[in-house]
């Protein structure tokens, strides 16, 4: 497995979950086999761009969020895109909880 196919499996994984939506049902919108949906989510097979423009449209989202922030390097202190990452493992209220948070200590140290 490559470390790229296991990023984008991720988020479409992600994303699909975000979108409430079964493998079956993502497979079918991207005119894809469930098996194959299933595979790129465990990072198991590598993707054509094909496909995961179908992938994108089907969860309506841009391609380039699928793809964007790939190819930072192996850099063990590349803490935003740690950072990135994690936060799009979560929902979209999550995220916004962890931000308000952040945001929080950011003032909270300012004083």
């Known amino acids: 497995m490559s470390e790229l196919s296991v990023i984008i499996g991720q988020r479409i994984r992600n994303y699909r979950i975000q979108n409430n939506l ?3 049902k ?4 991207a005119s894809c086999h469930p098996t194959y949906i299933g595979q790129l989510e465990r990072g198991e ?3 054509t761009i094909e496909s995961i423009a179908r992938i994108s449209s089907a969860l309506d989202i841009p391609l380039s969020r699928l793809l964007e922030k790939l190819g930072g390097g ?5 803490i935003p ?4 990452e994690f ?5 979209k209220p999550e995220q916004e909880q962890l931000y308000n948070i952040l945001l929080e200590i950011d003032c909270y140290k300012n004083k």
């Open 22 to 24: 079964s493998q079956e």
């Open 26 to 29: 993502l497979a079918e919108l």
């Open 45 to 47: 097979k590598n993707a």
């Open 74 to 78: 192996n850099e063990p202190d590349n």
């Open 81 to 84: 895109l740690k950072c990135y």
């Open 87 to 91: 936060l799009s493992t979560k929902t």
